[in-house]
């Protein structure tokens, strides 16, 4: 349990980017050291923008930043040894191999490993003489993921970090992250779309959808703030279908999202299931209704 006691190794309070088409509203979380909290929402929802200004890549329009104690774009400059980040983009030119990863960046990182990058390449199978653009969408993430961690950084900020990965890697990732945060000193931000993965580590979670947060903390809390209601049509009642989240019908019945301070007094003929992290983005994309 997080006490007011613990280092937060990220704080966001009140960030908000306008785009012309976009805007993000006004958004509120912390992360403490030894933590691992994920960001979901659907494609458009506003993680990269959030991710983005945490890497001072944007400007925010308002909101207040605090990464590793620096709250200032020009602090945080000195800070980047203790910064690791794998973005969901192509980040090196095609013709790179390893030793071109190797010799650009240990000239950016003081605490640059050599020896720990090649450990890390090994142990994820990454080809030392394939060029970049020829390495598949699974091997560009782990090299960036292994050029993230070869710093020795106190804080990773990951934006898809298993996408392109087989099941055996993904769970390897997994693990090394675990392990990363397990001396209570470390932390790990990290955006997905791969639900299952946070339900296995994640200890937070910010999700956001159309801009605004809809919810920040335990995973567990979230989860346990709904449940899905099944039955057949005849016991879709004009005040159920009212407040229902995403309902869906078809002809066997309806199902939907409820809070559960919202099922007091349903029919015990109705069905109450506990829900995922991947349900509950798909029923909140769908709205209100069917």
């Known amino acids: 349990m997080v006490t007011g006691e613990e280092e937060n190794l990220i704080v966001v309070d009140g960030l908000a980017k306008q785009y012309k088409e976009f805007t993000l509203h006004g958004i509120h979380f912390h992360l403490p050291a030894g933590y691992i909290m994920g960001m979901i929402g659907p494609?458009?929802?506003?993680?990269?923008?959030?991710?983005?200004?945490?890497?001072?890549?944007?400007?925010?329009?308002?909101?207040?930043?605090?990464?590793?104690?620096?709250?200032?774009?020009?602090?945080?400059?000195?800070?980047?040894?203790?910064?690791?980040?794998?973005?969901?983009?192509?980040?090196?030119?095609?013709?790179?191999?390893?030793?071109?990863?190797?010799?650009?960046?240990?000239?950016?990182?003081?605490?640059?490993?050599?020896?720990?990058?090649?450990?890390?390449?090994?142990?994820?199978?990454?080809?030392?003489?394939?060029?970049?653009?020829?390495?598949?969408?699974?091997?560009?993430?782990?090299?960036?993921?292994?050029?993230?961690?070869?710093?020795?950084?106190?804080?990773?900020?990951?934006?898809?970090?298993?996408?392109?990965?087989?099941?055996?890697?993904?769970?390897?990732l997994l693990t090394r992250l675990q392990d990363f945060i397990a001396d209570g000193e470390h932390s790990v931000l990290l955006s997905t779309h791969l639900t299952g993965d946070l339900e296995r580590i994640a200890d937070f979670l910010l999700y956001i959808r159309g801009g605004r947060q809809q919810f920040f903390g335990h995973v567990d809390d979230l989860l346990n703030q709904y449940v899905l209601v099944k039955g057949g049509l005849n016991e879709l009642t004009p005040a159920l279908r009212e407040v229902l989240i995403g309902l869906r019908t078809h002809s066997e019945g309806f199902s939907g999202l409820l809070a559960v301070d919202q099922t007091a007094g349903l029919p015990n003929t109705l069905l109450q299931e506990s829900i995922t992290l991947e349900e509950l983005m798909i029923y909140f994309g769908r709205g209100g209704h069917a």
């Open 43 to 172: 494609n458009g929802a506003g993680k990269t923008t959030t991710i983005k200004a945490l890497l001072d890549m944007i400007r925010p329009d308002a909101g207040h930043i605090s990464m590793l104690g620096a709250s200032t774009a020009n602090d945080r400059i000195a800070l980047r040894d203790s910064l690791g980040v794998q973005l969901d983009t192509t980040l090196y030119p095609d013709y790179w191999r390893v030793k071109q990863v190797a010799k650009s960046l240990r000239d950016f990182f003081p605490q640059w490993d050599d020896a720990y990058f090649d450990q890390l390449c090994r142990e994820m199978d990454i080809p030392s003489k394939t060029k970049y653009k020829s390495m598949s969408r699974g091997t560009q993430v782990k090299l960036q993921l292994a050029a993230a961690l070869a710093h020795h950084p106190r804080l990773l900020i990951l934006d898809e970090p298993t996408g392109g990965l087989d099941p055996l890697a993904r769970d390897e």
